[in-house]
C-alpha cells in the first residue's frame, strides 16, 4: 500500500525541479519580476507581462499590446501610485511600451484592431502548440492510469504549464477588450470561445483539484485517495432522478453536489468552491488511513466517519445541549453517501453565510431545518426543489435558500442594529451584536422561528426610534460598579480573610472555642456581600428583559430573594450564637449545624447550583488537565500564603495593642467634640489608623503575584534557556547547533525518516546533512519574509539564505554570512605555513566555519570543473584531483602543491566564477 510519505516525496520533487529551474514558473526577470506586491495580490499583472516577454519574439505587436493592458490594469487599481514601488513600476512599463513603439520605425498603429490581431494569434498559438491534440492525449493518459509513470508525457507537461500560463494571460487581455469589440463580428467569437474555454479544457478554472475539466499540467487528480474521494461523491442510480433536460458544467460527471445545487438553488461557485473542499477532506483522512491500492481506489468507511463526525461535531453537540433529535436517528442508522450528503450541505450553507458564520449555532439552525428536507428529498424517487426554496409567487429563488429568506434577512437585520450604534458610541444596552443573534439559539425557543424563518417574529423585529428588541442575556453597562461585579469573587475572599485574621489578631492568636465563634461573623459578611453581588445582577440586567429567556430572568428572581433570605438568617444565626457565647451555653451550638447537615439533598444542590450560575451552551465542557491544575493551585496557594502571612504579621497584628489602647483612652476634650468623639471611642481615629493598612491589604496581592511571577518566570525561562543568544557574535558560534534543535523539537518522526535524495550515497548522507536540508526550507521562509517586510535588502537575502542541502555534495552548506571571507583568510594562513599539514588543517579548524568553507570550495570547485569539461579535459581534471587527494590521504599537502600560487590560482578561479555568472544572466 502507499503511504503518505510518497506523495509528499512526489510533490516535493516537483518544487526542487521548480527551483532548480527545470519547471515552467521559472522567476520573473524583467519589468515581469518588478510588479509590486499591492499589484501582484489584486490582478494577474505579472502573468500578462511575463507572457509579454515569450511571445515577444514572435509578434511584437501582440507583447505590445499586452503590456498596454497591463499599464491600464495598474492605472485602474491605483491611479494616484500610493502603493509601495507602483509609481516606479508605472514608469518602467511606460518606457518599455515606448521602446517597443520606436522599433516600428514610425509605422502606424491602429489600436482599433488591436483585438483583431489578438484574435488572430490567439488562433495561431493554439494551432501551433497542438493544445487541442494535446489535451485529447492527456485525458487519455488519465484514463489509463498510467500518467504518473510516463516520464516522456510528464516532460510535455511541463512544456505545456508555459504554453497554458501564455494562452491564460491572453485569454484575460480578450476578455478584457472584447467589451470594446464588434459584437457581430470578432467580438461575438471571442465571447463564444470565452464561455468556451471557461467550463472545459486547461483554461477552467479551479483551486486545487481540477473537475470541472481533466486537467495536463494538475498531477493532484491522479493521487489514489483523491481518484476515491471523486468517485464517492459520483452520483449513484438509486438517488433521485433530475428532471428531463439537466445539464452540468464542465467535462465532469453529476456527483451530489448537483442535486444539491438544483435542490436548495446554490449558487454556483460555492459548490464548485465547496466540491473540491469535500474531496480534499475525505483525501486527507483517507492519506491518514493508508492510500488505496486498487485499480479503482475505494474510500474507507473510516474516513468518511471521520469527515462525517469532524465537521458536524458541534450540530450533534448543539442538538444534545437543546434535547432536539438529529437530522438523522443515529450514524449507524445512515450509510456513507448519506453522511457526505450531510457534510457537503453542511460546507454550502457556510460558504454562502457571509458574516452570519459569526453565529455558528444559528448555522446549525439552518443545518437541522435543510436536512429534513434533504432527507425526505432522498427519500423520494424524483429530485424536487425545496419547499423552503420557492417563493410566495411560486417561483424558484434565484439564489440559495439561506441566502434569501435566512442569511440575507439576518444580514439586514444585524445591519440595522450596527446601524443604531452611533459609529461605537452607544451604549452597548442600545443594540444587538452577533452574541445576542447567536445566543438566542441556545434555547429552544429558537425553533419558534419556524422554517422558512418567519419575519414577523420578535427576534427578527428590526429596530426603530421608537421601539427595539432587547438583549439576549448580557447588558453591559458603563459604569464602576463594574469593579466589584466583575470580581466579587476575590472581594469577598480577601474581606473574609482580612475579617478572619483581625479576629484572630485581637484574641491574641489564642483559637479557642470562643475565638473560633467570633470568626463565624464571616458568615454574615459573606451572605450579605452576595446579596449586594445579586443587586448588581438585577441591576445591571436592565434592559434585556424584554428579550431575555424566561428562566434566564427567573433565576435572577429566585437569586436575589435567596441572597436577601440567606443573608438575614445567617445573620441572625451569628446573633444566637452570640448570644449563646454569652450565656456560656456551649452545649447547644451545635445544634443548629446539625439540623443544617440532615436537611442536605442531592437535589437541593442542583437547584443552588442553577441559582448561583447559569447553564450556557459556550465553554460548558471546558477543563484542564490536572497536572496543570495542581501547579495552577499550588501558585496561588503559594501567594495566599506570603500575603496573608504578611498581613498577620506585619499589618494587622501590630495595630491591635494600639487600637485597644485609643479605644480605652477617657473622654478627651475637643473643638468639634460633638462630631469627633462624642460617645463613639474615638472610631474616627482608629478608621485613620486603619485604613492605610487596609488600603495595602487590598493592593499589595498584585506585588506578590509579580513578585512570585518574576521567580516562577525566570526559573522556567532559565531552564527553556530563553535569553542565551544575545548577540550576533553567540549566533555565529550557536548557528551549528540550529538545525539538529530545529528537527528534534519541530519536525515530526515521518518526515524525519523520509528520504531526501535517492541519488546521494548513504555515506554522504549523514545526520548532520539531514538536518540542515530540513532546516533550510524553515529559515528560508523567514528570511523570504524579512524580505517582503523590506527589513532587509536582496544581497542580505542572498547572505543570510540556506542553501537547500539536497544536492550530492558531501558536506553540510551554510549560509553565506558564515563563511565570507573565510576563504582569504585560509589563503593567509597556508602562505604562512612553514610546518606540516596536519598543523595547518589544525589552525584552519579552530575555526569550524572556515574548515566548512574550505571543504565547500574545494568539492564545489571539482563538481563546476568536471562539468565544464568533457573527454580529454576531464580526464585532466580527475587527474589533478585524484593526485591531491592522494597527497591529503599521505599528509604531504604543503610538500607536493606550491603554496605561494594559491592567490593566482584563487584571482583565475574568481574570473571563471564571474564568467559563468554572466553567461547565466544573459541566458535568462
Known amino acids: 500500500m502507499y503511504r503518505v510519505s510518497d506523495n509528499w516525496e512526489r510533490l516535493v520533487r516537483a518544487a526542487l525541479r521548480r527551483e532548480l529551474g527545470h519547471g515552467h514558473e521559472k522567476t520573473s526577470s524583467g519589468i515581469a519580476g518588478a510588479v509590486p506586491a499591492s499589484l501582484v495580490r489584486s490582478t494577474n499583472i505579472d502573468a500578462i507581462l511575463q507572457a509579454a516577454d515569450e511571445i515577444q519574439d514572435e509578434d511584437p505587436n501582440v507583447a505590445r499590446i499586452l503590456c498596454e493592458q497591463a499599464y491600464s490594469m495598474a492605472q485602474n487599481l491605483d491611479p494616484s501610485s500610493d502603493g509601495r514601488g507602483v509609481l516606479q513600476f508605472k514608469t518602467g512599463l511606460m518606457s518599455v511600451i515606448k521602446q517597443k513603439l520606436a522599433k516600428r520605425d ?508 447559569e447553564r450556557y451552551y459556550v465553554g460548558r465542557g471546558l477543563f484542564e488537565k490536572m497536572s496543570d491544575y495542581c501547579r495552577y493551585v499550588l501558585y496561588w496557594l503559594v501567594i495566599f500564603a506570603c500575603k496573608f502571612t504578611f498581613a498577620y504579621f506585619l499589618q494587622i497584628r501590630p495595630l491591635v495593642k494600639p487600637t485597644n489602647t485609643i479605644r480605652n483612652l477617657p473622654s478627651l476634650p475637643y473643638s468639634w467634640h460633638d462630631l469627633i468623639s462624642k460617645s463613639n471611642n474615638n472610631v474616627l481615629t482608629i478608621a485613620s489608623l486603619w485604613a492605610p493598612v487596609v488600603a495595602i491589604y487590598i493592593m499589595d496581592i498584585h506585588i506578590w503575584y509579580t513578585v512570585l511571577s518574576a521567580i516562577v518566570g525566570g526559573v522556567m525561562g532559565a531552564r527553556a534557556r530563553l535569553g542565551e543568544i544575545r548577540s550576533i557574535e553567540m549566533v555565529h558560534k550557536r548557528f551549528e547547533s540550529f538545525p539538529e534543535a530545529f528537527v528534534k523539537n519541530l519536525v515530526s518522526q515521518q518526515a524525519q525518516r523520509m528520504p531526501l535524495n535517492r541519488h546521494t550515497t548513504q555515506e554522504s548522507q549523514d545526520m548532520k546533512k539531514v538536518y540542515a536540508a530540513l532546516f533550510a526550507p524553515f529559515w528560508n521562509e523567514i528570511i523570504k519574509s524579512l524580505r517582503e517586510e523590506d527589513y532587509i535588502s536582496n544581497r542580505e537575502m542572498d547572505l543570510l539564505s540556506v542553501p537547500s542541502n539536497t544536492g550530492s555534495l558531501r558536506l553540510v552548506q551554510w549560509p553565506l554570512f558564515l563563511l565570507s571571507s573565510k576563504i582569504l583568510l585560509a589563503v593567509d594562513l597556508a602562505l604562512d605555513c612553514k610546518d606540516t599539514q596536519t598543523d595547518l588543517w589544525n589552525r584552519i579548524r579552530k575555526d569550524e566555519y572556515m574548515a566548512y568553507a574550505v571543504q565547500e570550495c574545494y568539492y564545489s570547485v571539482e563538481k563546476i570543473l568536471h562539468s565544464l569539461v568533457d573527454d580529454e579535459g576531464r580526464l585532466w581534471v580527475e587527474r589533478i584531483f585524484r593526485e591531491i587527494n592522494n597527497s591529503i590521504l599521505e599528509g604531504s599537502l604543503v610538500i607536493t602543491l606550491r603554496l605561494e600560487k594559491l592567490p593566482h590560482v584563487l584571482s583565475r578561479f574568481i574570473a571563471l566564477f564571474g564568467l559563468l555568472t554572466r553567461a547565466s544572466v544573459i541566458m535568462l
Open 106 to 613: 514610425g509605422a502606424r498603429i491602429d489600436r482599433n484592431r488591436d483585438i483583431e490581431h489578438l484574435w488572430e494569434f490567439y488562433q495561431r498559438y493554439k494551432t501551433r502548440h497542438r493544445v487541442d491534440d494535446i489535451q485529447r492525449e492527456g485525458q487519455k493518459y488519465r484514463e489509463s492510469g498510467n500518467f504518473s509513470t510516463a516520464n516522456q508525457f510528464d516532460l510535455r507537461s511541463l512544456e505545456m504549464k508555459k504554453v497554458f500560463a501564455t494562452l491564460r494571460a491572453l485569454v484575460e487581455v480578450m476578455e478584457a477588450l472584447s467589451k470594446d469589440a464588434d459584437p457581430h463580428g470578432v467580438g461575438r467569437y471571442i465571447m463564444e470561445e470565452l464561455q468556451r474555454i471557461k467550463s472545459v479544457g486547461e483554461l477552467a478554472t479551479y483551486n486545487i483539484v481540477p473537475l470541472e475539466a481533466p486537467s495536463l499540467t494538475n498531477a493532484i487528480g491522479v493521487f489514489p485517495e483523491v481518484r476515491g474521494a471523486i468517485s464517492a461523491i459520483r452520483y449513484a442510480e438509486h438517488y433521485p432522478r433530475f428532471p428531463a433536460g439537466f445539464k452540468i458544467s464542465g467535462e465532469r460527471e453529476v456527483d451530489m453536489f448537483d442535486l444539491l445545487e438544483y435542490v436548495f438553488g446554490f449558487q454556483n461557485d460555492n459548490v464548485r468552491n465547496q466540491r473540491e473542499n469535500i474531496i480534499l477532506s475525505i483525501a486527507n483522512a483517507q492519506s491518514r488511513l493508508g492510500l488505496p491500492i486498487q485499480a479503482d481506489p475505494k474510500i474507507d468507511e473510516k474516513a468518511i466517519n471521520e469527515v462525517f463526525l469532524k465537521v458536524l461535531d458541534n450540530y450533534i453537540k448543539w442538538c444534545k445541549y437543546l434535547r432536539k433529535r438529529l437530522a438523522w436517528n443515529s450514524i449507524e442508522a445512515i450509510n456513507r453517501d448519506r453522511k457526505i450528503f450531510m457534510v457537503s450541505l453542511y460546507f454550502l450553507i457556510w460558504g454562502e453565510a457571509a458574516n452570519v458564520r459569526f453565529l455558528p449555532e444559528c448555522i446549525c439552525y439552518i443545518f437541522h431545518q435543510m436536512a429534513k428536507e434533504l432527507d425526505a428529498i432522498l427519500d423520494h424517487g424524483e429530485a424536487n426543489r425545496a419547499t423552503s426554496c420557492i417563493t410566495e409567487s411560486g417561483k424558484m429563488a434565484t439564489k440559495n435558500t439561506t441566502s434569501v429568506t435566512d442569511t440575507s434577512y439576518a444580514m439586514k437585520l444585524a445591519n440595522s442594529e450596527a446601524e443604531s450604534n452611533n459609529n461605537g458610541k452607544a451604549a452597548h444596552s442600545a443594540w444587538r451584536n452577533y452574541d445576542d443573534f447567536n445566543e438566542y439559539f441556545w434555547s429552544p425557543t429558537c425553533f419558534d422561528l419556524g422554517w422558512p424563518m418567519k419575519e414577523d417574529s420578535s427576534f427578527l423585529f428590526k429596530p426603530k426610534k421608537s421601539k427595539r428588541t432587547g438583549k439576549s442575556t448580557f447588558v453591559e453597562h458603563r459604569t464602576f460598579l463594574h469593579l466589584y461585579r466583575s470580581f466579587h469573587r476575590l472581594w469577598i475572599f480577601l474581606v473574609l480573610m482580612f475579617q478572619a485574621l483581625t479576629v484572630i489578631a485581637f484574641n491574641h492568636g489564642n483559637l479557642s472555642l470562643d475565638t473560633f465563634k467570633e470568626i463565624l461573623s464571616v458568615g454574615p459578611s459573606f451572605a450579605v456581600m452576595n446579596f449586594i453581588e445579586s443587586c448588581l445582577d438585577v441591576l445591571l440586567m436592565f434592559g434585556a428583559y424584554s428579550s431575555a429567556r424566561g428562566m434566564a430572568i427567573s433565576r435572577l428572581v429566585i437569586r436575589f430573594f435567596w441572597c436577601g433570605l440567606s443573608s438575614v438568617f445567617v445573620t441572625y444565626l451569628y446573633v444566637k450564637v452570640l448570644e449563646e457565647k454569652n450565656g456560656q451555653n456551649l452545649d447547644s451550638f451545635h445544634f443548629p449545624c446539625h439540623a443544617l447537615s440532615d436537611m442536605s439533598d442531592q437535589s437541593f444542590f442542583q437547584f443552588f447550583k442553577w441559582i448561583y450560575q
